[in-house]
C-alpha cells in the first residue's frame, strides 16, 4: 500500500527558532501533497495544499510567511514554522494523494510530527 | 459550507460487543464520505469511502459503513470489537467531484474493556 512518512516525529525547539518537517511518500510520486494541524483532543484542520513545482495554497486564517511549503519533488514536501512560537506547537499532519488526478483519488496520511516550542 | 459532526467523543464497549459511530454531516448535496483511524504513533488510515451506488459500504478490518441521505448520515459499524481497535475515528467529508479536500469530524476515541 502507499505509505507516507514524516521526519521528525517530534520535535522540540526554542521560541524563535524554525523547524522543518518533511513528508515523503515513499512508494508513488504525489502531484499533490496537504498539511494539517492537529491540536490536542481535537481534529485535523487543513492548512495548505501543496502541489509539485507551484506555490502551496493556503486555507484562510493560516499565515503563509509563517508556515513556509516547498514541494520541489514527486516525493518529497517540506512544511517551515519560522520563527516558531509556543502556539504554534501542535501535531502537524501530512498525507498525499495517489491517482491520476481525478476527484475520487485517496489520501494517504503520514504518522504525524509533534512540534513543542517552548 | 460542510461540516462533519461525530456527537460522541468517548465510546467504550467490551470486547466482542458490536461498535456503533455516529458520524452526521451538513452539505448541501450528498457528499463523498470517508472514515479513518488514527492509532498512536501511526498515520490516519482509511478505513472505507463512500462515493456513489450501493449505500452500505464495506472497509477494511470488518468495518462497514451506512450512507443515509434522509438522516445525513455515514455511521460506522463493527459487529465484534477487538482490542486493538481501541484508537481515535475520524469521519470526513469532501465535496463531490472534490475528493480531496477533506474537513473532518471532531473524532471518536473508542475504548475496548477486556
Known amino acids: ?118 | 459550507a460542510q461540516s462533519v459532526t461525530q456527537p460522541d467523543i468517548h465510546i467504550t464497549v467490551s470486547e466482542g460487543a458490536s461498535l456503533e459511530l455516529r458520524c452526521n454531516y451538513s452539505y448541501g448535496a450528498t457528499p463523498y464520505l470517508f472514515w479513518y483511524v488514527q492509532s498512536p504513533g501511526q498515520g490516519l488510515q482509511l478505513l472505507l469511502k463512500y462515493f456513489s451506488g450501493d449505500t452500505l459500504v464495506q472497509g477494511i478490518k470488518g468495518f462497514e459503513a451506512e450512507f443515509k441521505r434522509s438522516q445525513s448520515s455515514f455511521n460506522l459499524r463493527k459487529p465484534s470489537v477487538h482490542w486493538s481497535d481501541a484508537a481515535e475515528y475520524f469521519c470526513a467529508v469532501a465535496p463531490p467531484r472534490a475528493g480531496n479536500m477533506l474537513t473532518f469530524g471532531g473524532g471518536t476515541r473508542l475504548m475496548v474493556k477486556p
Open chain 1, 1 to 118: 500500500g502507499a505509505v507516507v512518512s514524516q521526519h521528525p516525529s517530534r520535535v522540540i525547539c526554542k521560541s524563535g527558532t524554525s523547524v522543518k518537517i518533511e513528508c515523503r511518500s515513499l512508494d508513488f510520486q504525489a502531484t499533490t501533497m496537504f498539511w494539517y494541524r492537529q491540536f490536542p483532543k481535537q481534529s485535523l484542520m487543513l492548512m495548505a495544499t501543496s502541489n509539485e513545482g507551484s506555490k502551496a495554497t493556503y486555507e484562510q486564517g493560516v499565515e503563509k510567511d509563517k508556515f513556509l511549503i516547498n514541494h520541489a519533488s514527486l516525493t518529497l514536501s517540506t512544511l517551515t514554522v519560522t520563527s516558531a512560537h509556543p502556539e504554534d506547537s501542535s501535531f502537524y499532519i501530512c498525507s498525499a494523494r495517489v491517482g491520476s488526478g481525478g476527484y475520487t483519488d485517496t489520501q494517504y496520511f503520514g504518522p504525524g510530527t509533534r512540534l513543542t516550542v517552548l
